[in-house]
């Protein structure tokens, strides 16, 4: 295949390659690991029959290649889950039961998704317009102290951990100032305007921070379009600076942060653990970091496959989009 087309569909196979290589590395790693799986899956307080009952579910007896490919038959065509009294189907995608709570994992995941994709979705918006424009600004000002204050911001930006803006922006927005309530999350379709408002704290916490990558890749990208030949003949005939910043030398700066802010988007999804944690919103990262307390293995397993899909998807989306956004990307 060959043309847009062509490059789309491998993109889509390259993926779907990728999903089921995370998905064999993610089951090695959790349900072949040294010592006994079913005790740890089950937990410490399990009498010998829960433990053997565990065992039987994950098919321990079972050789490796069966006992992945049962977890795969799982994913794509759902099984059955016996609970000691009863027999519990799991709907396709099915990644497990939780020991803790006999509820599905895809269940318990699409009951968070909500909170981290907004979490995710708003802070993505916030670093974009705050990183740009910062590195626009920084390369428009190129020399002069404006420059110089913004590249020591990102760069104290760069360096400072979330949890340490997000106590400061609590402590003097919310405790000091006043000016917005302790975060607690309420469902955009009750509450839009409590939504917003709600989240607001975390996703400036997490915009300021990843904002600065933003700015500085901003910045260089952009010094070097505007060092460019065809640039200099704009300038030679007349060419307004700002029209030269905002048609040309922004438009180089595009392709670069495509791809930053795909890997960005999708680790969001379960890198936002600090985040969930510091402000108190029940998210996939907080429910991650409880169920590995807990040792809830088919959660942590469910949790970290969930974030692989989205890390590896929207890598994929973001390839379709440099090409768009570049036509000088060869198509392959």
Excluded at 67 to 90: K, M, N, P
Excluded at 274 to 279: D, G, K, N, Q, R
């Amino acid at each position: 295949m060959s043309g847009f087309g062509g490059f789309v569909a491998r993109r889509v196979v390259g993926a779907i390659v990728t999903l089921l290589a995370i998905s064999v590395i993610i089951y090695v790693v959790f349900y072949v690991a040294p010592g006994n799986v079913a005790q740890i899956t089950c937990g410490p307080r399990c009498s010998p029959a829960q433990v053997h009952q565990v065992a039987e579910q994950l098919r321990l007896d079972d050789p490796l290649y069966l006992r992945y490919w049962h977890f795969l038959e799982g994913i794509f065509a759902g099984q059955d889950y016996s609970t000691g009294t009863s027999v519990q189907h799991c709907s396709a995608p099915c990644l497990g039961l939780s020991y803790q709570t006999d509820q599905q994992v895809t269940e318990l995941i699409l009951a968070k998704l909500p909170v981290t994709g907004s979490l995710a979705l708003g802070a993505m918006a916030l670093w974009l317009l705050i990183g740009v424009g910062t590195g626009v600004l920084s390369a428009w000002r190129r020399g002069r102290p404006t420059e110089r204050i913004l590249t020591g911001l990102t760069l104290a930006g760069t360096a400072t951990p979330v949890f340490v803006i997000g106590l400061i922006l609590m402590i003097v927005v919310c405790g000091q100032l006043e000016l917005l309530p302790f975060p607690q999350y309420v469902p955009f379709v009750d509450d839009p305007e409590q939504w917003a408002w709600n989240l607001l704290l975390p996703w400036l916490s997490l915009a300021l921070i990843e904002s600065a990558k933003y700015a500085r890749l901003t910045r260089a990208s952009m010094l070097e379009t505007l060092a460019e030949d065809h640039v200099r003949t704009f300038r030679a005939y007349g060419v307004g600076e700002r029209s030269i910043i905002g048609r040309h030398a922004l438009r180089g700066a595009v392709a670069p942060l495509i791809a930053l802010n795909a890997t960005d988007f999708g680790s969001m999804f379960g890198g936002a653990v600090l985040t969930e944690s510091l402000f108190g919103l029940p998210g996939i990262g907080q429910e991650l970091v409880d169920a590995v307390k807990v040792v809830d293995l088919p959660v942590v397993v469910g949790m970290v496959l969930v974030t692989g899909f989205f890390v590896v998807i929207a890598n994929a989306v973001a390839d379709v989009l440099y090409a768009v956004a570049d036509r000088r990307v060869v198509l392959v």
